[in-house]
T-cell receptor, first 114, second 112 residues
């Protein structure tokens, strides 16, 4: 079990640029979650998918953020255009759909927007 | 939406001391989970609780699911330097398996 794999681990970009974060969930997991972690706001759920279908995107900050899951083994979170306040650590997590299943997190992507 | 109040926000303790942290919620949860996050990594599950009143241990860690279903605590006995990290509680409602609400975390520092 390779765990949840995220790339890149670090991303530094200039304001206005497009940023794409990538995630490969654990094989067989039905849920995929995107979280953002900052000192001020802690862990925030941005969006989650069930069987590749977006279920709840109410945590996505604004239209600059979009997420896709084209198949069961890949998801992307895109920010276009990026802003300095988007600087944070972005985590992807996956789990089984059954009741009480814990989340398995990747090691995150640290995004810095200058 | 549902919110969890986790306390304390941070703890500075001496190696060998016991640690206690807790989470309270205004809503009922049917699963409580405790995670630990180390620097540069994502949170990792420590203990999962599935029944009100349940007391579960994992080595030096002990966690309990409150009888009201609105709270949980985590104890660490005889702390060691590698216990350093951020500890998160998370609650899952019965209506949406998998969607967790996270507390703000307790940052633990252990002085040798």
């Amino acid at each position: 079990d390779a765990g949840v794999i995220q790339s890149p681990r670090h991303e530094v970009t200039e304001m206005g640029q497009e940023v794409t974060l990538r995630c490969k969930p654990i094989s067989g997991h039905d849920y995929l979650f995107w979280y953002r972690q900052t000192m001020m706001r802690g862990l925030e759920l941005l969006i989650y998918f069930n069987n590749n279908v977006p279920i709840d995107d109410s945590g996505m900050p604004e239209d600059r953020f979009s997420a896709k899951m084209p198949n069961a083994s890949f998801s992307t979170l895109k920010i276009q255009p990026s802003e300095p306040r988007d600087s944070a650590v972005y985590f992807c997590a996956s789990s089984f759909v059954r009741w009480g299943s814990p989340l398995h997190f990747g090691n995150g992507t640290r995004l810095t927007v200058t | 939406g549902q919110q969890l109040n986790q306390s304390p926000q941070s703890m500075f303790i001496q190696e060998g001391e016991d640690v206690s942290m807790n989470c309270t919620s205004s809503s009922i949860f049917n699963t409580w989970l405790w995670y630990k996050q180390e620097p540069g990594e994502g949170p990792v599950l420590l203990i999962a609780l599935y029944k009100a009143g349940e007391l579960t241990s994992n080595g030096r860690l002990t966690a309990q699911f409150g009888i009201t279903r609105k709270d949980s605590f985590l104890n660490i006995s005889a702390s060691i330097p590698s216990d350093v990290g951020i500890y998160f509680c998370a609650g899952q409602p019965n209506t949406n398996a998998g969607k967790s609400t996270f507390g703000d975390g307790t940052t633990l520092t252990v002085k040798p």
